[in-house]
């Protein structure tokens, strides 16, 4: 709201007043109240133009926009905790959260952690340095529609002060990585919790179980090394890792801190890069195609002879062996195949000692793909959703 449509606000309050008290016609009343009413559609078109405008840059606010106008609120209801009882108040609700997300930490990898230690040869090498300019840069391109963390700084804040603030942040900056200490403050997050909702070819989509929370630190940072990655870098990343803490916000609503054992934080510029290394070797001997896209990875091969069928199972074999070695876990129970081509013989395989189903249709990174790559229904659900943007904007 603008100063003139706040004083258009304010004159249909008294006009009110003065008409329950006998000293504003009805008429003159009637024409204050259109007047107002008239203004404030304009400002409300005129905000709808702009956010529909700058959607691409600021989908955070476009989408706030309209949660705010659906009828129906999604919160997160009830949850039991571990003794089976049920709790209902906003901060209890959020110990639960926070503890349900700690437990699929992985602990330390003490064989991968002796190997990093060995070697300390990049103490003698030039010392890292971090130019103020460089900061003042990354500070003056901050994403401003960005969540504030744990410490309400808004990004806004930042990059209006860049030339007050650069110099400072490069000392900083400099201290953290040539000593190879993080600041406390920069291990803290929060949590806020949402829900969710040819030829003969297989295509077996895998999930790995919580994959950016369940990354052991210690097998990541021999990754690292064996990447190339200097003594100073590889140090200061594992001193960024290590000593995290998180808490879960439930309706404003704060959780304790818990230790965070694993993973590599979300929302953070390290962490894609990070994963990326991670999961880098995955298709290390794979003979079919493994196609990766973040922690989306899906296996596909031609299966109208019974060598398709068995390479595709040798693939799922060295796939289990690779996330045991690396300590993680596939979902089996998310994990599925979709036949898709002329006469598909529908093979079985096999992820472990457990069987894969079968799927009709499956999600590919947002897009629903059936066996007979029919996009009748991915489209019709796409209308379906503008539909609803549409009546919910209608309802302003």
Request: net charge positive.
């Amino acid at each position: 709201m603008n100063k003139e449509l706040l004083g258009k606000v304010k004159q249909k309050k008294e006009a009110y007043r003065g008409w329950k008290q006998g000293r504003v016609a009805w008429e003159k009343y009637r024409e204050t109240v259109r007047a107002a009413r008239e203004q404030v559609r304009k400002a409300r078109a005129l905000t709808e133009i702009s956010l529909a405008r700058d959607v691409k840059d600021n989908k955070k606010s476009f989408y706030r926009y309209v949660s705010d106008k659906r009828r129906t609120r999604e919160n997160v209801g009830p949850l039991q905790n571990e003794t089976g009882n049920l709790v209902t108040q906003d901060m209890e609700k959020a110990e639960v959260l926070n503890d349900f997300f700690a437990s699929v930490f992985t602990g330390k990898c003490w064989s991968h952690s002796d190997q990093v230690a060995e070697g300390r040869d990049w103490e003698n090498a030039e010392l890292p340095t971090v130019g103020e300019d460089q900061v003042r840069e990354y500070l003056r391109n901050l994403k401003v529609h960005k969540s504030m963390g744990p410490d309400e700084m808004h990004p806004q804040v930042l990059r209006e002060l860049a030339d007050e603030v650069a110099r400072q942040l490069s000392i900083i900056f400099d201290k953290s990585w040539q000593s190879s200490k993080v600041p406390a403050d920069w291990k803290r997050g929060n949590i806020t919790p949402f829900l969710r909702r040819g030829r003969a070819t297989d295509i077996i989509y895998l999930d790995l179980c919580k994959a950016s929370d369940t990354v052991p630190h210690d097998i990541l940072v021999s990754k690292l090394e064996r990447h190339g990655f200097n003594g100073w870098s590889t140090q200061w990343i594992r001193n960024w890792l290590d000593g995290r803490t998180q808490r879960v916000a439930v309706n404003g609503s704060m959780s304790k801190w818990r230790i965070v054992m694993s993973g590599i934080p979300q929302g953070s510029v390290l962490g894609p890069a990070l994963f990326n290394i991670f999961v880098g070797n995955v298709d290390k001997g794979i003979e079919r195609t493994l196609s990766k896209f973040a922690d989306d990875t899906k296996l596909c091969g031609v299966v109208d002879t019974l060598e398709g069928r068995d390479a595709i199972q040798r693939d799922l074999d060295r796939l289990e062996r690779w996330a045991r070695e690396n300590l993680m876990k596939f979902n089996k129970a998310k994990c599925e195949v979709l036949h898709m081509g002329w006469h598909n013989p529908k093979h079985s395989y096999r992820l472990g000692e457990e069987w894969i189903e079968s799927s009709p249709e499956e999600k590919d990174l947002g897009v629903l793909i059936d066996e007979k790559l029919n996009m009748s229904r991915q489209c019709a659900l796409a209308a379906q959703k503008a539909n609803r943007v549409w009546a919910a904007s209608k309802e302003v």
